[in-house]
């Protein structure tokens, strides 16, 4: 690959990069601008009006019990995977093979 080509690719990939940083910036900063928007929204006279005269509910009360249940089941001469994947690599690591004849 020639310098002229390896400058052509980080100018294309840098403006990528640009673009997409750029969008992130955008939408974060619009989405922004449209919550406080929204939350600066005035109420009109007649609705004020309407609101005075109705009485408040009572807030509802409700009550949401949220539980979680698990089942094991253990059977006889299961080996837990990460068991497994440690035993695996631990025969890469350990220095002795199972299989020496002590030769």
Known sequence: MKL?????????????????????FGTY?????????ESNIEISAEDALQ???QLPD?????????????HIVVKEGFVPFS?????YGKSFFDG?????TGK
């Open 51 to 53: 609101n005075e005269h």
């Open 83 to 87: 068991s497994r994947i440690y035993n």
């Open 29 to 37: 900063t619009f989405l922004q601008f449209k919550k406080k928007r």
């Open 4 to 24: 002229k080509d390896l400058i052509s690719w980080n100018m294309h990939v840098s403006m990528v990069y640009a673009i997409g940083i750029w969008t992130m």
């Open 96 to 100: 002795s093979s199972d299989n020496s």
């Open 58 to 70: 009572e807030p509802e009360k409700k009550t949401k019990k949220a539980f979680v249940e698990t």
